[in-house]
């Protein structure tokens, strides 16, 4: 999880989100945007769910091409877009979209997670792999992170990788089912009929409801 302040003029704050979920993987950090005068387009642009990707898309370009706002409000914006093109499945754009708040903010833990989510969708896994891992140098306690390296880990069955990484998820969070799950089924892999059945209980418990 992270967080951070829009450094615009003061005001009245509002809460955006920079979000991406790719399959039971998600990123959630929640943004305040300060500014007495806030762009209309931001009660559109804020990489929640809960409303259309292509209104989000039309309504962060309106903030990003408007030449107003500074520069971590700016990374917001491309975070966010670049969650709404990767939600429709454009991974393109999606990284185009992190690698331009990268530029902006090279120490933005969520553009660089979400840009390997996007990257390890389209293919790209040893390019995921890297920007997993610059996340968790820039927040060796982002769980997220390490799931999803983890997973990564597993599709080219580098499988003690994988292990160590879902270990360190569940040691920053023993309530995370999604790193039970993921470890358990890559124990099984790994032909540990014991320890994945274990895992995957253990997931199930906590979870009633997590896809085994």
């Known amino acids: 999880m992270g967080s951070g302040r829009v450094t615009r003029a003061g005001g009245q704050t509002m809460t955006t989100r920079i979000g991406v979920i790719a399959g039971a993987i998600a990123l959630l950090a929640t943004i305040g945007i300060a500014n007495a005068q806030l762009a209309p387009q931001w009660g559109t642009c804020t990489g929640a769910s809960d ?24 990374t917001i914006a491309y975070i966010n877009r670049g969650l709404a093109y990767y939600s429709i499945k ?27 989510l996007a990257y390890k969708n389209s293919g790209d896994l ?3 792999l890297s920007d997993y891992s610059t996340a968790i ?35 920053l969070n023993p309530k995370d089912a999604l790193a039970y799950m993921n470890r358990g089924r ?3 892999d790994k032909g540990d009929k014991a320890g994945a059945e274990a895992d995957l209980a253990i997931a199930k418990r906590l979870n009633p409801s997590i896809d085994r």
């Open 51 to 74: 409303i259309e990707w292509k209104q989000q898309i039309s309504a962060c370009t309106t903030l990003i091409n408007s030449g107003r706002e500074t520069a971590h409000n700016l």
């Open 90 to 116: 454009n991974f393109e754009r999606a990284i185009e979209d992190d690698t331009a708040a990268i530029r902006l903010d090279p120490r933005n833990k969520s553009a660089y997670f979400n840009r390997g």
């Open 126 to 128: 040893d390019r995921g």
């Open 137 to 171: 140098r820039l927040d060796p306690k982002f769980g997220s992170a390490y799931v999803a390296r983890g997973n990564v880990y597993g599709i080219k069955k580098d499988f003690d990788r994988a292990i160590k990484d879902y270990d360190q998820a569940i040691k």
């Open 186 to 188: 890559t124990k099984e």
